[in-house]
């Protein structure tokens, strides 16, 4: 597909735009703290000291202990290990199954078109949390049901932009071209228009890894998330509800970590987004 | 003959992400009153630019103008603030466009965008300003104005569409009427309506305009004047008839004998090697001397300025095409 | 010398204007039985207004539209389900160029790329290295040089492209090359340029040509013979030099006085009317043209005008010029 | 007009028929049994059976289905839980949902609105800036969090507001703000973007060159022809608010449907869960019939061709 | 400008709309399930009917059954029959007399079946005979010794005849009719439930003008009610907002132990867990005081028996106190050197404690996999299937007697008899030596001599060790100081029948 010099180009242009710089910053930190958890926390997440539950930030505890006793910027710095791995991994998947079957309707139309996206309007006429807390009952909660839940509700996000977008490129001269040229439709579906349609779907997914992060936090909130005692941002600010006026610290440090790992995202997305059509930008 | 408009040296650089796109290197040109001056030009040859930049709906930023003058009526139009600016655009110099399709706002009733002009300029109420929209629609040859009034743009032809663009335009007797590529987008037989429609409005509303276009076609058909344009300047000035026969410039020379013409059969067709220059890092000096023939030493390093080097006929060149192979 | 390479037969296009789930479904006929035969080697032009459906024709022949019903012959074998059926060989001789350089490249490929896919789907050459060759040896026919070989197509001009684009059709050498308003989208210069070297491999090459266009200077300089077509019918087909100098059909003589002249001394007074193209929801009865036509008579508002043949150089549909011979 | 009404009508049943399959079959394929836990500890299997039979847990599914259908709102159907009738369990819960929802959209509009023309109309500067800073902020807050700060500062703090519970009017502000200001954001950055679009549009550019005053041409042309897209969004919003709002009403303990529906998943109490689910959905489709109409008022190319 | 001044004022108004003297609010965590005593099996809904209704006896303070609607009973030598002499002159809220007659009607509808509680009564009340109209005789099926309790228990709730013959099972929650203090108003779901003080009330008119238990599902916002003198009542307050309620003068904090114990099961028909020596291991490695230091600033008590202190019965055992070494020892001896793995289950509330368990499993070597069911799973999983087929093996629960008495926790949970899907026996016990102490218990109604099998019972359960035995939690209800006589009872349940503002 693209060779390495096209990456550069990319890589330039992502210096450039301020948006997609910062975003990319902000990313590419949280992906190192997570890389390094076990180097940089300085404690073990699940390490219990029960008789200092709940204390407020110290020397030794730079955000304070949880109702455990758990050091929280230990629990806070591998919680991103948790949240990046399984909303990338959940994207990555609905990506390839929504983008394949909004290309395939999208492409061949008639009848299939009708089908698929006519059962994509009934998914998304639920709530994205209704239907993930409700994939969560069925399977259970837990990593990999996590997972489920999420891709199950984003692959209709996909499908439909990869849907509009095909539609759109097919109609390109290029691909006539190809039929020209003797290609097969499937070849030419993935060969020649897919490729061209990336970019909706790259700055839709990155944005959708943020909002998966939202909603795993949120199951997490509701109880729902990964099995205990795994360091969880979301599930670790559930235990703030209760302590709000004793122990305001363990609402805070948590939520400041997904905000700040979504908001990455959201400028990374938004960035890409000016980068990738530049219609955006005022000529 | 009194001048309506002149533009002396106008320079415009754009700046962008990119880097600063060098618009307009020097325009100067002048337009008599009741005239109508063709500027022809091809992709990136500034004309649009300079159009824009007489009505200022250029938008700044990004565009920069670094130097030169409108002269409009006597008035450097731009030194005129905001609001003064406002007052003229529609009263004084207005404009119509190329796609028809996209040049109405697609939400509104035709009567509405037409008496929302006329009332902003004449002060006069609702039901007076659709009555003159009414008469202006009639002056433009639509047959059923008020059916076409009560019409959403969509619901329209192109070549109606124009005209309403047309009438709504002239709604407020304007003194000049630029067009930007008015035909491009219409079908030969349409074109051929609406250049007679604006030859009509030149004699019955007394107006000058300015045509814009890449068809030299178009300009030989309705032009007194012309204005040649290459990369950001202004090559050659001078009125149509001139132009035809003696076409000094190189890149005119070149361009007339690139059109295949319809009225004769010919072998070959001649043609201007290269392609148009990138304005981002345009060559320098004159900006066509890596596609010039006649191209010297000195057209690589200083840019020729416009000289009037016979009465009325002005070019930028330091070896131009004399004599010789007259154009017949 | 001259055998028909390309016949077709009534051929006719309908499509669906299907405006709402519940809307009633309305017709309209891009293509009307066309009847049209194409000799070997020669360049014929398709000329008309926008809307008049000669691109549609265009795509159909090309095997990218499959027609509502007629049929068309290529070398005497019957190729209407040329679109359906993948006839390798067929699909080979019958080749395509574009009207916007910009979209008829595909971004993400290199020129190599571009031109060596149609060589190996289609098997020519034996090895990689021979298609390099053959590659490199079509780019310089169009007059590009190797080192545009691994460029991407955003790195070339308007004119560039369209040469690629002809490269492309001309690299698994067809025999019939169909070219969709090739410079419509170009800069006069550039245009000149490319219609030029069109002109060289049609001679080089022994190539059949079809030019569809709406500039009828173009089609005087590119092509032998002219059809020119009005809402999905060809109203006359004429030698060029017969057709610019005595058109037959009143619709033909209308566009070529539209046509601005580049000289201003041959000014003429333009035609007033504001007549437009009817809508093809909706069309006349008969004739078409009738509508706009000054020789309109009684007979033409009720049938609709077969083309014949006026003279050795010129078949026309219309009866008042039937009728005048 | 109507014509385009009933057809976008009639699309809308094979969705709602797909729906209330969806919104039946999820809970029958979660596991636990409804009976077990009514029944609770210190219960023996005839008590199980005999609750089992009552709620007629028993039939086969199909049948469960139609009865379901058919059971909604005829208030035969009973909440296991509390064998109330299911229509007394959700319709107080589903109008709080909508006056929550409402406050909610209403803070949503007006703000996302307000600020989206502001940063549009001042392109590129320190306001454009801060206002979509703020709704970058607004989009990356994770709701409950929002919430429990806000609880945080505004009552346990400063103890103006109420932290929960739904009574009085002042009991709306909190889980009002916290749900419409992601909404807020979202509803910015779309007007913002549709903004722009439009301004670069050619027929914007022929009423500036006819003379018509800026603020006409913001106010006026543009702002219509930016609605169409956002009117979308804020639908699509308050369709997610009616259901979606399931953490915030959690933070706040506020008796909305969306928290009903989850603690019934917990209890596996069927008819609640199947009927919240049901209606919930429907909201969402009747809330895009009326975006989809609202967009026809705005934009003539929408309705049928004379 | 205008909008802000507008805003304030709405708020002032409200603010200042406090309520008459004799009004009491009660902010409560949950909403009621059902006002039908017989059908209800959850504390809201026991709360509200405690003041509507009255049973023949009811609980004291410290968990004694006290006479209520009965002035005086008389029990058989064999214990067989026992006589309850009725008081008179007492009317329901319809006006029905109370009688006898309505005393055989409440209960017969009990001993029917079908109701959620007829379990307490069915397999011990042969039935229910009417003597004359201020006397009614109960008809044992075997001796029972802890009848009166299950009397006192808020199923015994007498509903007026009226009600009981117009109603059907669901019709009765919506028409609450008793003889209690206070008379029903008005339900509204997820919200409030308003009850007035009966006037004709058969002991004098009542301390309070009216009642409304508001749902107040935040803990904070009913600590900020009590505080702001919105509520006069806010039940389980949070251990952590204690202290700052105690500091604060207006308010008083009611600490009650409650009656449940909570422990992790062991399922003992699966190894390891059917090793006694490695059941006391893991009792030996939990820090019980760590425990609830951490999760209820000590608001807790370790468990030193099978039942909770306040419950009758209850004998205290020495316990097994923190001591990891010797719980390495006994796996060791038990064959476990190195410790094993295994999966400790867990509902969604307990995570917290699973988490310390599992802690605390770990140091002495057993490693223990947390799995979280959801309630319905749960329930699920430790009832479906009889223990030796089912998939539990550790899991964290809790066990309370809603009658207050020892019987209603041992044989439940350790009657060989009672294994699941029948039961709740899900430790899977079954020991001819506890089954026969069962029996003996359950027959005698001599007080003295049913606490010494109790005792003896208890001492034998904590040695077999089915359970890691973790603590008896403290239940916290602020009260305002003005309100006076609030009873606060170990069943978690705050009941206002005798109190009165100041």
């Not at chain 4, 807050?141 to 009574?167: C, E, Q, R, T, Y």
């Amino acid at each position: 597909m693209n060779h390495n010099n096209s990456m550069a180009i990319y890589w330039r242009r992502i210096s450039k735009n301020k948006m997609a710089a910062i975003g990319a910053f902000i990313v590419l930190f949280i992906v190192i703290i997570a890389l390094l958890a076990p180097v940089i926390s300085p404690y073990e997440p699940d390490a219990q000291d029960l008789y200092s539950s709940l204390n407020g930030p110290s020397k030794e505890h730079w955000f304070g202990t949880d109702i455990y006793g758990r050091d929280i910027l230990s629990r806070v710095i591998w919680g991103a290990r948790i949240s990046l791995s399984i909303s990338s991994l959940a994207v990555f998947l609905s990506i390839l199954i929504g983008v394949f079957l909004g290309a395939i309707a999208a492409y061949f139309g008639g009848v299939l078109d009708e089908i698929i996206m006519r059962f994509f309007d009934i998914l998304l006429s639920f709530p994205d949390i209704l239907l993930a807390i409700a994939i969560i009952a069925i399977l259970g909660s837990g990593r990999s049901n996590l997972i489920t839940a999420i891709t199950i509700y984003s692959i209709p996000q996909f499908a439909r932009i990869a849907r509009s977008t095909v539609v759109s490129e097919k109609t390109k001269e290029y691909v006539d071209a190809a039929r020209l040229s003797g290609e097969s439709e499937m070849n030419i579906l993935f060969r020649y228009v897919l490729p061209n349609s990336l970019s909706p779907i790259i700055v839709q997914g990155t944005l959708r890894i943020g909002y998966a992060i939202l909603i795993i936090s949120g199951l997490g909130f509701l109880g729902l998330g990964i099995q205990p005692p795994a360091a969880e941002w979301g599930t670790d600010l559930s235990i703030a509800r209760t302590y709000l006026r004793a122990a305001p610290h363990t609402g805070i440090f948590p939520g400041i970590a997904i905000f700040i790992t979504v908001m990455g995202f959201n400028f990374f997305g938004d960035g890409l987004n000016e980068i990738l059509n530049p219609r955006m930008k005022d000529r | 003959m009194e001048r309506i408009l002149e533009v002396k040296d106008l320079k415009i650089q754009f700046d962008t992400e990119e880097g600063t796109v060098y618009a307009l290197e020097n325009v100067s040109f002048h337009l008599n009153k009741g005239e109508i001056l063709g500027i022809i030009g091809e992709t990136g040859s500034g004309k649009s630019v300079t159009a824009s930049a007489i009505n200022r709906i250029l938008p700044v930023p990004p565009a920069r103008i670094v130097n030169g003058e409108i002269i409009f009526q006597g008035k450097d139009v731009l030194q005129y603030k905001r609001e003064e600016m406002n007052r003229i655009r529609g009263k004084k110099i207005s404009m119509i466009f190329q796609e028809p399709m996209t040049a109405l706002n697609p939400v509104f009733k035709i009567k509405e965008q037409m008496s929302d002009v006329i009332m902003h300029h004449q002060k006069i109420n609702r039901k007076k300003a659709v009555k003159q929209a009414t008469e202006m629609l009639e002056q433009v040859r639509i047959p059923d104005p008020e059916m076409v009034l009560d019409k959403y743009p969509h619901e329209l032809s192109g070549g109606m569409r124009q005209r309403v663009m047309i009438a709504t335009a002239l709604s407020c007797e304007a003194d000049l009427l630029i067009a930007d590529e008015p035909t491009t987008a219409l079908d030969v037989t349409t074109q051929d309506q609406i250049l007679a429609l604006i030859q009509d409005m030149r004699k019955n509303l007394d107006i000058s305009v300015i045509l814009i276009t890449h068809d030299f076609g178009v300009v030989a058909e309705i032009c007194d004047t012309v204005a040649v344009m290459y990369g950001g300047s202004v090559v050659e000035f001078t009125d149509i008839y001139t132009l035809t026969k003696k076409p000094y410039h190189p890149y005119s020379n070149g361009l007339l004998k690139a059109i295949p013409p319809v009225d004769q059969t010919i072998e070959k067709l001649n043609t201007i090697p290269g392609s148009v220059p990138n304005l981002l890092k345009p060559p320098p000096g004159c900006r066509f001397h890596p596609r010039c023939e006649n191209a010297l030493e000195k057209c690589k390093i200083d840019p020729p300025s416009l000289t009037e080097i016979e009465e009325n006929h002005f070019i930028a060149c330091y070896n131009p095409i004399k004599g010789g192979e007259d154009n017949e | 010398m001259n055998n028909t390479i390309l016949k077709t037969q009534d051929l006719r296009k309908e499509f669906q204007v299907r405006v709402g789930f519940l809307q009633k479904e309305r017709k309209i006929t891009a293509v009307d039985n066309v009847n049209l035969n194409i000799l070997q080697s020669e360049t014929i032009g398709l000329v008309g207004e926008s809307g008049c459906g000669k691109t549609t024709l265009g795509r159909i022949l090309a095997g990218l539209l499959s027609p509502t019903s007629g049929r068309f012959f290529y070398k005497e074998k019957e190729i209407t389900e040329i679109g359906k059926k993948k006839n390798k060989q067929i699909r080979r001789e019958i080749q395509m160029v574009f009207q916007d350089p910009f979209s008829s490249l595909n971004p993400r490929m290199t020129v190599s790329d571009i031109l060596s896919r149609p060589l190996k789907v289609f098997k020519i050459g034996k090895n990689a290295k021979e298609r390099t060759n053959m590659v490199l040896e079509t780019l310089e026919s169009v007059g590009m040089k190797s080192e545009h070989m691994s460029r991407y197509p955003h790195e070339f001009s308007g004119g560039q492209r369209q040469r690629i684009a002809v490269a492309r059709s001309l690299i698994v050498n067809p025999d019939f090359i169909i070219l969709d308003e090739p410079t419509s989208a170009l800069d006069v210069s550039v245009q000149a340029q490319i219609l030029n070297l069109l002109l060289d491999i049609k001679n080089n090459f022994q190539l059949t040509m079809l030019l569809i266009t709406h500039d009828l200077s173009v089609a005087r300089f590119q092509c032998d013979r002219i059809a020119v077509m009005y809402m999905g019918r060809i109203v006359e087909i004429s030698d060029k030099e017969a057709l610019f100098n005595s058109p037959a059909h009143p619709y033909t003589r209308i566009l070529l006085t539209s046509i601005p002249r580049t000289d201003p001394a041959q000014r003429r007074e333009k035609a007033v009317s504001t007549g437009e193209v009817p809508s093809l929801l909706n069309p006349p009865s008969g004739c078409y043209f009738a509508p706009r036509c000054p020789l309109k008579m009684d007979i033409c508002e009720r049938s609709a005008p077969e083309l014949k043949r006026v003279n050795k150089h010129q078949t026309c549909a219309c009866f008042a010029v039937e009728n005048k011979r | 007009m109507n014509n385009y009404f009933i057809r976008r009508l009639i699309l809308i049943i094979p969705i709602l028929i797909g729906v209330s399959l969806i919104s039946f079959f999820i809970i029958h394929l979660i596991p636990g049994d409804p009976a077990r836990v009514i029944a609770g500890q210190g219960a023996t299997s005839e008590d199980i059976a005999l609750i089992r039979e009552e709620f007629g847990l028993d039939k086969p599914l199909t049948e469960q289905y139609f009865a379901f259908v058919g059971g909604i709102f005829s208030g035969k159907m009973k909440s296991i839980s509390s064998q109330q009738p299911v229509i007394d369990e959700i319709t107080p819960r589903f109008w709080n949902t909508v006056q929550l929802a409402t406050f909610g959209i209403i803070v949503a509009t007006v703000f996302g609105i307000l600020l989206g023309i502001i940063a549009a109309t001042h392109k590129n500067t320190f306001v454009d800036n801060l206002s979509m800073g703020f709704s970058l902020i607004g989009v990356s807050m994770p709701i409950f969090w929002l919430g429990l700060l806000l609880i945080m500062l505004f009552s346990v703090a400063l103890n103006w507001l109420p932290a929960g519970g739904k009574d009085s009017f002042i009991s709306f502000i909190l889980p009002g703000i916290t749900l419409g200001l992601p909404s807020a954001a979202i509803i910015a950055r779309m007007t913002r973007a549709s903004m722009l679009e439009i301004v670069n549009q050619d027929f914007i550019r022929t009423a500036i060159s006819n003379g018509i005053p800026q603020k006409t041409i913001i106010y006026k042309y543009t702002l219509k022809n930016a609605m169409i897209p956002v009117v979308t969004v804020v639908g699509l919003q308050f369709g997610y608010m009616l259901g979606g709002a399931v953490l915030t009403e959690s933070v706040f303990g506020w008796p909305g449907l969306g928290r009903l529906v989850v603690q019934s998943i917990f209890t596996r109490d069927y008819p609640i869960v199947q009927s919240g689910i049901l209606l919930i959905a429907m909201s969402f489709v009747f809330v895009n019939l009326a975006v989809d109409l609202l967009y026809a008022a705005i934009d003539p190319r929408l309705r049928r061709k004379k | 400008m205008k909008k802000a001044l507008l805003f304030s004022l709405i708020l002032l108004f409200l603010v200042s709309l406090n309520f008459a003297a004799g009004d009491v609010v009660v902010a409560m965590n949950g909403d009621a399930a059902s006002l039908y005593p017989a059908d209800m099996t959850d504390n809201y809904s026991e709360e509200i009917c405690r003041h509507i209704y009255e049973g023949l006896v009811e609980f004291d303070q410290d968990m004694n059954v006290v006479p209520a609607l009965a002035k005086d009973w008389d029990i058989s030598p064999d214990g067989m029959k026992y006589f309850f002499y009725l008081e008179e002159g007492v009317t329901f809220h319809d006006g029905t007399p109370f009688t006898a007659e309505a005393v055989k009607l409440h209960f017969d509808k009990l001993l029917a079946g079908g109701l959620r509680r007829s379990s307490l009564y069915v397999p011990f009340i042969e039935s229910v005979e009417i003597i004359d109209d201020y006397t009614v005789l109960f008809r044992m099926k075997n001796p029972f010794g802890p009848l009166l309790n299950h009397l006192a228990h808020g199923a015994g709730l007498i509903v007026s005849p009226e009600v009981l013959k117009n109603y059907d099972k669901s019709e009765i929650s919506n028409h609450p009719v008793g003889t209690g203090p206070y008379t029903f108003v008005e339900w509204a779901k997820g919200d409030h439930v308003k009850v007035v003080a009966n006037d004709d009330y058969w002991k004098g008119t009542p301390g309070l003008d009216s009642i409304n238990f508001k749902i107040v599902p935040e803990a904070n916002t009913r600590v900020l009610m009590l505080e702001s003198g919105d509520s006069q009542v806010s039940d389980m307050i949070e251990p952590i907002d204690v202290p700052r309620l105690q500091a604060n003068d207006k308010v008083d904090v009611a600490i009650v132990p409650s009656l449940t114990v909570r422990y992790v099961g062991f399922n003992m028909t699966k190894p390891p867990f059917d090793n006694k020596l490695v059941r006391q291991a893991a009792n030996y490695a939990i820090n019980k005081k760590a425990m609830t230091q951490a999760l209820f600033r000590g608001y807790a008590h370790p468990a030193k028996s099978v039942v909770a202190p306040k419950v009758n019965g209850y004998f205290e055992t020495e316990g097994y106190p923190y001591n990891p070494t010797k719980a390495k020892e006994l796996l060791t001896e038990a064959g476990y050197p190195n410790g094993f793995d295994t999966i400790l289950f867990a509902a969604p509330h307990y995570q917290q404690i699973a988490v310390i368990v599992q802690s605390q499993l770990k140091d002495v070597g057993i490693n223990a996999e947390i799995q979280v069911y959801e309630w319905a799973s749960y329930m699920d999983l430790l009832y479906s299937k009889p223990p030796n087929e089912s998939e539990h093996t550790m899991y964290v629960i809790g066990w309370s007697p809603s009658t207050g008495d020892a019987d209603w926790v041992v044989r439940p949970l350790f009657d060989s008899a009672n294994w699941p899907p029948d039961g709740d026996n899900h430790v899977g016990m079954d020991n001819p030596e506890v089954d026969r102490l069962l029996k003996l218990e359950m027959t005698t109604f001599d007080a003295e001599k049913r606490a010494e099998y109790l005792a003896e019972l208890q001492q034998l359960l904590v040695d077999e060790a089915p359970w890691i035995f973790l603590y008896v939690q403290d239940q916290m209800v602020g009260v305002s100081n003005q309100l006076k006589d609030v009873m606060v009872l170990p069943l978690g349940v705050t009941v206002l029948k005798y109190a009165y503002m100041e």
